[in-house]
């Protein structure tokens, strides 16, 4: 009888935190702004690391989206998060950076998504992945595999906050700040 009892208790308790974790996991679904479906991969709000690195070997692309979302149609959709506020329209490269998860998840998936959300941290942005985007996209890489060889590459911005936080800033001489 307290053999029961015990059991039923452990019983209890398992389902109670079974219930626990899945609102937990709802509601940072939910406040990652995640679309109707199911999550599928994810780099974030993990226990453990995700080491799946997605790669396109053709295109010499790999990348670990933040999300990728299942909708009921069977359209893969990524989400990428970020920290900062949300400017009035998403930023070029972070725009570059969905669709270059977009690529990945066709090359992955053979699934070629319609759009991809930038999630940030009070705004969301569904952004089309046009055939132009996609375009553009493949035209970027193409230039970044040909830069990969040439000995001196041109600085391609005037931002001086990003060569301050620039890992290579010390061995660079196009340095801006
Ligand atoms: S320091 Fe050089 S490599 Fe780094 S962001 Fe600036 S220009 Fe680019």
């Not at 015990?6 to 626990?20: C, E, F, T, Y």
């Not at 359209?75 to 990945?104: D, T």
């Not at 940030?120 to 990969?148: G, N, S, W």
Request: aromatic content about 8%.
């Amino acid at each position: 009888m307290v053999f029961g009892t015990l059991s039923l208790g452990i019983g209890l308790l398992l389902l109670a935190l079974a219930l626990g974790l899945w609102l937990w996991s709802r509601s940072l679904e939910a406040e990652a702004g995640l679309p109707e479906g199911e999550v599928i991969y994810t780099d974030t709000a993990t226990w453990f690391g995700n080491h799946e690195v997605l790669v396109a070997h053709d295109l010499r692309l790999a990348g670990k989206p933040d999300y990728l979302v299942q909708e009921p149609d069977g359209m893969i959709v990524p989400v990428e998060l970020k920290s900062g506020k949300a400017p009035p329209e998403p930023h070029e490269g972070h725009i570059l950076q969905l669709a270059a998860y977009c690529l990945l998840v066709a090359a992955n998936y053979n699934v070629r998504p319609d759009y991809g959300i930038i999630q940030y941290k009070d705004h969301a942005f569904a952004v089309d992945f046009t055939p132009e985007l996609e375009e553009d996209m493949l035209d970027l890489l193409a230039e970044m595999r040909a830069d990969l060889f040439a000995s001196n590459v041109d600085r391609d911005h005037n931002d001086w906050v990003r060569c301050t936080r620039c890992g290579v800033r010390g061995q660079c001489d196009q340095r801006l700040g």
